[in-house]
């Protein structure tokens, strides 16, 4: 797994967290023990940091791109693993523009695929594209 792929499992892990505990994701960052002996930790605890900054920082827009095209259901409703990996994908489809779109969905539909259901890597991706279709549209 790339460095990349490394950082966007930590912060998947964290927002996870955060979402079942209700605190906050950079608190729970700083304390966090990580593996200090694999080479890319710095890399890898650097872009987990950019990531959820970026989807605290716009996570009420991204909640609300996801209550608005997840059709059929409730954010409440959503598995917490694949609201998280929404979360993700979304603030790196809109806000990232270092990552194209098609790898932003490909490392979420790994997680999902990893972490969750086949069918929510579908669903999942369905959300995803619809997201990526139209992101020129939304007003941010």
Known sequence: MSARGKARKQALDILFETDIRGTSPMTI????????TDPDFPAIRSFAAELISGVSEHRRKIDELIATYAKGWDMDRLPTV????????????LWNEAVPDAVAIDEALNLAKELST?????????????????KGDLAL
């Open 82 to 93: 694949d609201r998280n990996i929404l979360r993700l994908a979304i603030f790196e489809i």
């Open 118 to 134: 086949d069918e929510s890597a579908g669903y999942i991706h369905g959300v995803l594209g619809r997201i990526s279709s139209i």
């Open 29 to 36: 960052l700083d304390t966090r023990v990580s593996n200090e």
